[in-house]
């Protein structure tokens, strides 16, 4: 079954141009020009990834992130003509898996599709088991981290991050390691990405006094602490 994808851009030009090379490369697409539609089709049907506009009238698309991390885990890539960080830094802030600046090209655009759905696919056929670390339970299975008992709400992307890091305790990956391997990405991607992800994660899994479970190699990059 084809993997199905959301675009949401108030500017039709662009989700026709997006849906058309997408549906060559054999995804089934829909398009929508408004966040509150978005919002709705993912209520009713579930995607498999969407690529989501920043600047739309009515709702835009941090709003609409915001109401979909709520429930839905998949892998969310913003769309943005803006250059400035702190538009970039919010997006991850709030839950996205990553952003591509626009103007885009196509190829790139399709190979962030490409890579954010081929980690989906492999995380499905990962052999289940029950990690302990301290305090945190890793279930595989249901791809769900627990800490003393509470499970813990990670997107998708962060999830693969720790899942990742904590399969190679005490050992360090630079941030490029980190994109390719968890993101998938062997030539795209913003370094900046792996370290907003990590902050999101400490905040969620560390106790407030000090990290213990993802540790910084200062100069080098991030590792799991046995």
């Known amino acids: 079954m084809a993997n199905l994808i959301y675009v949401v ?7 026709d141009i997006v849906k058309f090379n997408l549906e060559k490369e054999g995804y089934e697409v829909e398009a929508y020009d408004d966040g509150y539609k978005a919002i709705e089709a993912v209520e009713k049907r579930p995607c498999d990834l969407m690529l989501l506009d920043v600047m739309m009238p009515g709702i835009d698309g941090f709003e609409v992130l915001k109401e979909l991390r709520k429930s839905y885990r998949f892998p969310i890539l913003m769309l943005t003509a803006k250059e400035e960080e702190v538009d970039k830094v919010l997006g991850l802030e709030l839950g996205a898996d990553d952003y591509i600046v626009k103007p885009y090209s196509m190829r790139e655009l399709i190979a962030r599709v490409k890579a954010n759905l081929r980690r989906l696919s492999s995380a499905d056929i990962t052999q289940a088991d029950i990690r302990q670390f301290g305090d945190m339970v890793m279930d595989t299975g249901k791809y769900e981290v627990k800490i003393k008992g509470e499970v813990i709400p990670l997107t998708m992307r962060e999830y693969e ?3 990742y890091l904590s ?36 905040e969620k899994i560390e ?20």
């Open 9 to 15: 851009d108030d500017e039709r030009t662009i989700t």
């Open 161 to 163: 991050l720790l899942k």
């Open 167 to 202: 399969e190679s305790p005490n050992q360090v990956f630079t941030r490029e390691q980190l994109l390719q391997e968890v993101w998938g990405y062997e030539y795209y991607g913003d370094i900046r990405t792996v370290d907003v992800t990590v902050r999101r994660l400490r």
């Open 207 to 226: 106790d407030d006094e000090e990290n213990k479970y993802i540790l910084t190699k200062r100069g080098v990059g991030y590792y799991f602490g046995a």
